[in-house]
């Protein structure tokens, strides 16, 4: 049987995804500060949507990089060939 790679399993990917989750609410700057504006945002904003672009770029690496989703189609045609698929 062919192994599943599954990125839940992965160690390395749960705190690269906590740390990108963590930068990306700002909780760690000054209260009240919107100075300087970068591109028409607050930074405290703008440090939001970068880290916001950064986790859908990482999830999207995850994805294409570690999730195999046809060892799992193999598995269901397998289990439907033997008669063991759900109905």
């Known amino acids: 049987m062919k192994q599943v790679r599954e990125p839940v399993r992965v160690k390395w990917i749960w705190p690269v995804l906590v740390a990108i989750i963590l930068l990306g609410v700002p909780w760690y700057l000054p209260q009240g500060s919107i100075e300087p504006i970068?591109?028409?945002?607050?930074?405290?904003?703008?440090?939001?949507?970068?880290?916001?672009i950064a986790l859908s770029f990482f999830?999207?690496?995850?994805?294409l990089n570690w999730w195999s989703m046809e060892s799992l189609l193999d598995e269901d045609s397998e289990k439907n060939r033997a008669g063991g698929g759900q109905k």
Do not use: D, K
Request: aromatic fraction near 24%; proline fraction near 5%.
């Open 38 to 52: 970068i591109l028409g945002f607050p930074y405290w904003a703008f440090i939001s949507v970068v880290m916001t």
């Open 59 to 63: 999830l999207g690496y995850v994805i």
